[in-house]
């Protein structure tokens, strides 16, 4: 594949990556199953507090000035009025316990709770037949999923960890918390929540676009309902797409081989769980 691409034309390998990475998007679009669940575990494993991670040091983390928080919608939203937090915490609360991976090498089981995100988007009358929701947050982070892993039964606007508010650190007073996408695609510190049909990117998919796995569906240490056989073709594309922006000499490199990598490793152990997954 790569004998008729020059590696250091930088037109010419992002063309191949994005070829790869819209084909990916219709094999996973055509793959992903709503009604699948992911796996769930027990409180008695659940890591207390939950590991911290950002771009940036936790020395450096900024808490949110809770007195002047509201979280803005924009886009194909109906009512688009600024949510408090007393009103997001009015609504009915859903708990899941579910793996957090991140592509670093680490893993552990969290304990989150908070509004079904669905429950949420139909509540304030979104457009769900829009393709991807947005995520801007306080640190200046921001992230986006497909609107089908945002209709999952296990994505929530968490407001708690350990059936406690959410700490500082960990993205309180609002952060996304999906069971179908990698540590990256579950921003922390929400501030405001677009839906809309133009693919809206996020921190690291433009930081890093050798980080392609997921950026817009995959993202998965094991997109929900469907077999390894079938699953694949979708990792091998993620993983090609990383091995080739790798190869081109990105700034990325390391972490876009290591995805590469984790993603492998994903799927060979999909029968009992992932391993590993993205940049929380």
């Known amino acids: 594949m790569l004998s008729g691409c020059d590696v250091t034309d930088t037109d010419a390998v992002q063309g191949v990556l994005t070829a790869v990475s819209a084909w990916n998007d219709r094999a996973q679009a055509w793959l992903f199953d709503q009604d699948h669940l992911a ?19 936790l020395q450096d983390m900024s808490p949110v000035d809770m007195a002047t928080w509201k979280l803005e919608l924009g886009g194909l939203i109906a009512n688009k009025r600024p949510w408090s937090a007393a009103d997001i915490y009015a609504l009915p609360e859903q708990e899941i316990i579910i793996r957090h991976v991140c592509v670093e090498g680490w893993d552990y089981i969290g304990q989150w709770s908070g509004v079904n995100l669905r429950r949420f988007l139909e509540t304030v009358g979104a457009d769900l037949t829009a393709k991807y929701v947005a995520f801007r947050c306080f640190d200046d982070y921001y992230s986006s999923i497909d609107m089908a892993t945002a209709l999952h039964p296990q ?16 993205g309180y007073p609002l952060r996304l918390r999906t069971s179908t996408k990698l540590g990256f ?31 817009r569906r995959w993202s998965s240490p094991h997109p929900a309902g469907s077999s390894p056989m079938a699953l694949s073709t979708g990792a091998a594309a993620g993983a090609v797409r990383n091995l080739i922006s790798a190869l081109a000499g990105s700034d990325c490199r390391a972490l876009a081989l290591t995805a590469a990598a984790k993603e492998v490793v994903s799927w060979i152990s999909f029968g009992s769980g992932p391993t590993s997954s993205a940049p929380a």
């Open 39 to 57: 796996p769930t575990f027990s409180e008695a494993e659940v890591l207390k507090p939950p590991r911290f991670n950002a771009y940036y040091s």
């Open 155 to 170: 994505t929530i606007l968490a407001t708690r960890y350990a059936k406690e508010p959410l700490g500082d650190p960990f």
């Open 185 to 215: 695609k579950n921003p922390k510190w929400i501030t405001a929540i677009e839906v809309t049909n133009n693919y809206p990117g996020g921190f690291w998919e433009d930081v890093c676009p050798g980080l392609s796995a997921g950026c």
